[in-house]
């Protein structure tokens, strides 16, 4: 992997997700500029959530969160992980 977002908004990101259920339990991804964080559950899909690493080098952690809640990104996981 050759990016890595900030250690303050990978923390604030995982405790995001563990806040909804899904505690990040895998290695992070990095493809094509987009960050994946996932968390996998035998035999159940895995939720994931991707950044584009633009957001993430534009944005301070909690503009990045704000705006998780306010387009209902955790709604989207559960109902498409």
Not at 2 to 17: H, V
Request: with cysteine; glycine share 4%; net charge positive.
């Amino acid at each position: 992997m050759s990016w890595q977002p900030t250690d303050d908004i990978d923390g604030e990101i995982r405790r995001w997700m563990k806040a909804k259920g899904w505690e990040v339990n895998c290695p992070p991804e990095y493809d094509r500029e987009i960050y994946t964080w996932r968390h996998k559950a035998p035999g159940r899909p895995s939720h994931t959530l991707r950044i584009s690493q633009k957001v993430l080098e534009d944005y301070p952690p909690f503009a990045v969160l704000e705006h998780l809640d306010r387009l209902n990104v955790a709604t989207a996981i559960r109902v498409r992980p």
